[in-house]
């Protein structure tokens, strides 16, 4: 019988096959503490899935390392691991093409930032006329 979805076994187990990696009771304790499990009970939990065949352990002196079944995870074929490759590659393909239109987008912008606004063009040209009458100036005065 599969335990219940909100029980601490399942919860256990859930992590466990997520993680697929072998773990200790103190790293399922740390891990599993926002749902208020505490270390007594996530022992309880990971030897009654092991004594029910649902994980693996192994016992190394006094410590017990609990593994998810192996036999539970579906194995991809060579064609399938080919076409997982294929899929990579074409993902990796259109990143990139993606990171370098973002690279361009965004020397575009640093570009358009870099150039003046209208009300800054008018400011720099009233400017640059009053220099020129004033330049213009001066030479009148130098001439007469």
């Known amino acids: 019988m599969a335990p219940k979805s909100d029980s601490a076994e399942a919860i256990v187990l859930n992590f466990v096959n997520e993680q697929n990696k072998p773990l ?3 790293n399922v304790a740390d891990s599993l503490q926002k749902f208020n499990l505490k270390k007594a009970g996530i022992q309880k939990a990971l030897d009654n899935l092991a004594d029910n065949g649902k994980i693996s352990f192994k016992e190394y002196g006094k410590q017990k390392i609990y593994l998810a079944r192996q ?17 990579n590659a074409q993902v990796q393909q259109q990143l990139d093409e993606q990171k370098r239109a ?14 003046l606004t209208l009300e800054q ?9 009053k220099e020129v009458n004033c330049a213009w100036a001066r030479v009148f005065e130098v001439i007469v």
């Not at 194995?75 to 899929?87: A, H, R």
């Not at 973002?102 to 150039?115: A, D, H, T």
């Open 24 to 26: 200790n009771s103190q």
């Open 71 to 87: 036999d539970q995870f579906d194995i991809p074929t060579s064609e399938e691991l080919n076409q997982m490759k294929e899929e």
């Open 102 to 115: 973002i690279i361009e987008v965004e020397g575009e912008i640093k570009n358009l930032q870099s150039n």
């Open 121 to 129: 063009i008018r400011h720099k040209e009233a400017k640059l006329q």
